[in-house]
Every structure is written in structure tokens, then in C-alpha cells.
């Protein structure tokens, strides 16, 4: 999949290369430099990072220009609008899931849920 994508990218390049060229006179080098492209991204664990958010943002509602952590009259109202008194589709879906298979879709291999609410107990099921 990645090779795919990755030959559809670089003839993407080619073919923007092949326009400049022509319609413009130029080649590429004069626009991207010839020190060449910057070193591709690289992609790391990011669950220590994560589990920091969920820490200390899971809360974080927007209140005009700031964030706040206490649940305010708007942001309830709103999400009683957009639910229409329901839970969320994805709160269904989790429960759902703890319904068919009786454990929790979480997976706290890295310890528990930084969020004490959504952490499983003994048996995999999800605190209320």
C-alpha cells in the first residue's frame, strides 16, 4: 500500500517537474533549492504522548477564547441537540461491543487508562 502511494506521489512529481519545465522555462532546482527535500517524516510510538492528552485535556471543553474543564451550559446544550438525548454513536458502539464480546475494546497495555473513569477492571469491563 505504501509503495502504491508512493509511486502515485513521485509521479505527481515528475509530472509537475515535466509542466514548470515546459510552461515556465525553469527547472525544478531553482524552486525546491539543490540542497534536495528535507528528510522524509518518520513515524514513533506516540502512546506516552497520547496518554498525556487523555490525562490532562479529555475535559477541555472551549469557552470563548479559552478552554475550560468543568462542563458549561453550552457545550451540554449543544451536545443534547446533536445527540438528541441519545448517547454518542461511538459510546454505542463501545457499549455495544462490551454487550457481545463482555470485555472492554480498550487495550491498556501500557497500564491503565490515564483517565480513571475509563479504565477496565478486573475482567475487562469498563467502570460506570
Known sequence: MWELHLQMELAHLQQAADLLRRHDGREPEEIVGSAGLPEPVTFEPN????????????????????????????????????????????????????????DEYRIETEGPHPVEGLRAEEGGVRRA
Open 47 to 102: 502512546k506516552d504522548y497520547l496518554r498525556h492528552l487523555l490525562a490532562t485535556q479529555i475535559d477541555l471543553t472551549k469557552l470563548g477564547e479559552g478552554y475550560v474543564t468543568e462542563a458549561h451550559e453550552r457545550f451540554e446544550w449543544m451536545q443534547q441537540q446533536v445527540h438528541d438525548g441519545q448517547k454518542p454513536p461511538s459510546e454505542q458502539v463501545i457499549d455495544m461491543h462490551r454487550e457481545r464480546f463482555g
